[in-house]
């Protein structure tokens, strides 16, 4: 690691790109808090209560790290610098990532299912194209879970055969709560799959299993053989309750839904309308079948504000549209930490993440502000126009030849809107 590298680390803005060790180095360097408390408070506290040892959890973990071995040996190396980084032990965070959510690591191999079990319920939603402003291609995302720093990132690994991607991820562990990559691939991984009916604890979550897909697949069909090989497989692990509820869309408009166990999938094309993975029945949802077509951008991510949808429990959000002509430049997301709060746009060309997105910060100025959401919808409807002029400014500059003038150009604009937004958050938390 470089001092140049170190001393990005500090910068505004954080370029998550390089070698694993790279990668990790710098997500240690800016989460070293988060992965501290994330791991005390959710891992090494509960095991103790359990009465679980730390070889225990260990031998808990050999199997997730078995099968990144196969599939992605960087993420070995990339958490054991994240690990170095922040100054905690390497084998029990790699043990930490593999078994925290669902509580994997809590549970012996298998067991039996538990209807009762306690999980939180995210809802995804996507629109057919046809029904969109410009035929955009939208999908969206509410994550719902115990409040924890979130990050949001744009990561490029120098690793072999692994694609760019943006996602949203606690901000101890780099994985994907959902995601959208290079190649124009949106997905979500939910609870509310299919019902459990012989728990597996040992193996890999959606979290990674996301991730991977976000790595390697292009398409919903890709995505969907990735899930089956891994259920075939019996990589999967989800817990005792239900398997995973998966919405993936694509750069050419398909729509896919995928519930899984541990031991089946289904699928489901959505080519017509509006698709919600969850609270279908809501007002929110209904006022997004019932808005004027064509529906813009706007509305469609302002649905997510509306309060059958978004939650107390509603910890981040991201809202992306796909650009089919490129997507590994053109497409966005808008990020809100948390749900309610004023998005952050992203490009997927950038280079650099503002820094507040990866470390925390935006999520905790926005956790700050309540009852402003009719002026976050304002600064939403200007801050999209401009995005839009920006978007085509860049396009243009792309027809030309000019890339690294329209990576630049959007680079620039993501850096200052997010210094603006959070100069917003900060002034309206101010008693």
Not at 259 to 288: C, K, M, W
Not at 412 to 425: C, D, F, I, M, R
């Amino acid at each position: 690691m470089t001092q140049s590298r170190d001393m990005r680390a500090e910068a505004p803005a954080i370029e998550l790109s390089g070698s694993p060790e790279e990668v990790g180095t710098l997500w240690g360097q800016a989460n070293r808090s988060s992965i501290h408390g994330d791991l005390e408070s959710l891992f090494l506290a509960p095991a103790r209560e359990r009465g679980l040892t730390p070889e225990v959890l260990l031998a808990r973990s050999r199997r997730f790290v078995e099968i990144a071995e196969q599939i992605a040996p960087h993420w070995i190396e990339e958490a054991l610098g994240i690990a170095h980084t922040a100054g905690v032990d390497g084998e029990l965070y790699l043990a930490f990532i593999a078994g925290v959510y669902r509580g994997l690591f809590l549970h012996e191999e298998e067991g039996a299912p538990d209807p009762a079990a306690n999980e939180d319920e995210c809802t995804s939603y996507t629109i057919a194209p046809a029904e969109t402003a410009g035929n955009a291609i939208l999908f969206h995302k509410t994550r719902d879970n115990v409040a924890r720093a979130q990050s949001a990132f744009v990561v490029r690994s120098a690793s072999p055969g692994v694609q760019a991607f943006l996602a949203v991820s606690d901000a101890s562990v780099l994985a994907a709560m959902m995601m959208v990559n290079e190649r124009g691939l949106a997905g979500s991984a939910d609870m509310m799959g299919l019902q459990e009916v012989r728990p597996r604890f040992r193996g890999m979550m959606n979290t990674f299993l996301l991730r991977h897909i976000a790595e390697r697949a292009s398409c919903c069909a890709e995505a969907l053989e990735i899930i089956r090989e891994f259920v075939g497989r019996g990589w999967y692990a989800g817990g005792a309750k239900t398997g995973t509820h998966w919405l993936f869309v694509d750069r050419e408009g398909t729509a896919l839904e995928v519930s899984n166990n541990a031991i089946e999938v289904q699928s489901r094309l959505h080519p017509e309308g509006v698709y919600f993975s969850l609270r279908a029945d809501t007002p929110g949802a209904e006022a997004l079948r019932q808005a004027p077509r064509p529906v813009e951008f706007t509305t469609f991510h302002h649905t997510s504000r509306h309060p059958s949808l978004c939650l107390e429990s509603s910890i981040s959000g991201m809202t992306v549209e796909i650009d089919q002509a490129c997507p590994e430049i053109l497409t966005s997301a808008w990020i809100t930490f948390p749900a309610r709060s004023l998005a952050f746009p992203l490009f997927m060309g950038i280079r650099e993440t503002p820094r507040a997105l990866i470390d925390g910060s935006v999520d905790r100025a926005g956790q700050a502000v309540t009852g402003e959401i009719t002026r976050f919808e304002e600064m939403e409807r200007a801050m999209y126009a401009r995005q839009q002029a920006i978007r085509e400014e860049a396009r243009a500059l792309l027809a030309s030849g000019r890339a690294a003038r329209a990576e630049e150009l959007l680079g620039t604009w993501v850096q200052e809107q997010a210094k603006g937004n959070l100069a917003a958050l900060q002034e309206l938390a101010r008693p």
